[in-house]
Nanobody, 122 residues
Framework: QVDLVESGGGLVQAGGSLRLSCAAS????????MGWFRQAPGKEREFVAA????????SYADSVKGRFTISSDNAKNTVYLRMNSLKPEDTAVYYC???????????????WGQGTQVTVSS
């Protein structure tokens, strides 16, 4: 069992920045990857970014490459998502997740947080 608690969401104007945090507790050592998904109203949940806890390998969705940066602090079991140049289409609930690997993270995430709302106004 892994518990994930997200924070850092909010309302921001287009072009602005936010940093999301996700703190993990429990059997986090069983999983080598942490990452983020998002779900916009009326749309399916989609992969955003993931990072391997052991090697720092990262993976991003094409829609956020160059704007979002994922990082982690293994000592704190925490993953971050720095979001720059935000667009209205980035508006969604952002969910933290853990999984066995960065590769295929979009399909093999095992545990999820409750989500944090990000709203980007135009």
């Amino acid at each position: 069992q892994v518990d994930l608690v997200e924070s850092g969401g909010g309302l921001v104007q287009a072009g602005g920045s936010l940093r999301l945090s996700c703190a993990a507790s429990g059997r986090i050592f069983s999983y080598n990857a942490m990452g983020w998904f998002r779900q916009a109203p009326g749309k399916e949940r989609e992969f955003v970014a993931a990072i391997s806890r052991s090697a720092g390998v990262t993976s991003y969705a094409d829609s956020v490459k160059g704007r979002f940066t994922i990082s982690s602090d293994n000592a704190k079991n925490t993953v971050y998502l720095r979001m720059n140049s935000l667009k209205p289409e980035d508006t969604a609930v952002y969910y933290c997740a853990v999984g066995p690997s960065v590769y295929g993270f979009g399909h093999n995430a095992a545990y999820w947080g409750q989500g944090t709302q990000v709203t980007v106004s135009s």
